[in-house]
């Protein structure tokens, strides 16, 4: 089953969107520049195989929840998103400010 909606991080509006999958789930919220994401986004393979795209991205690790997601620390990031100032450690909801 696939759940979208609309997240408010201060004024603006991001998209959640949670895909249950047999025995996981997965999570991202994002915008038109760029996402956070649960554990299943592979950080290494943006970075090396994709990096030519310069996608924003972050991943937080242990969250089952969109609520989780903006709370939790991003365990990793994308080079374009250490660039655009996120960084590891740095809250979900931080992440995506830096996206606007």
Same mark, same amino acid.
């Given at each position: 089953?696939?759940?979208?909606?609309?997240?408010?991080?201060? !004024?603006? $509006?991001?998209?959640?969107v !949670?895909v249950k999958?047999?025995? @996981? @789930?997965?999570? @991202?919220?994002?915008?038109?520049?760029? &996402?956070?994401m649960?554990?299943?986004?592979? #950080?290494?393979?943006?970075?090396?195989?994709?990096?030519?795209?310069?996608?924003l991205?972050?991943?937080?690790?242990? #969250?089952? $929840? +969109?609520?989780?997601? +903006?709370?939790?620390?991003? !365990?990793?990031? $994308?080079?374009?998103a250490?660039?655009l100032?996120?960084?590891?450690?740095?809250?979900? &909801?931080?992440?995506?400010?830096?996206?606007?």
């Open positions: 089953m696939i759940h979208m909606e609309p997240i408010q991080v201060g !004024e603006h $509006t991001f998209i959640g !949670e999958l047999p025995k @996981t @789930t997965l999570l @991202t919220i994002s915008n038109s520049r760029g &996402y956070i649960c554990g299943a986004l592979d #950080v290494g393979l943006l970075n090396e195989r994709l990096a030519d795209r310069k996608i991205a972050a991943r937080a690790v242990g #969250v089952k $929840t +969109l609520e989780q997601l +903006l709370e939790a620390p991003m !365990e990793s990031v $994308t080079t374009e250490e660039q100032g996120i960084k590891p450690g740095m809250p979900g &909801y931080e992440a995506l400010l830096k996206l606007v």
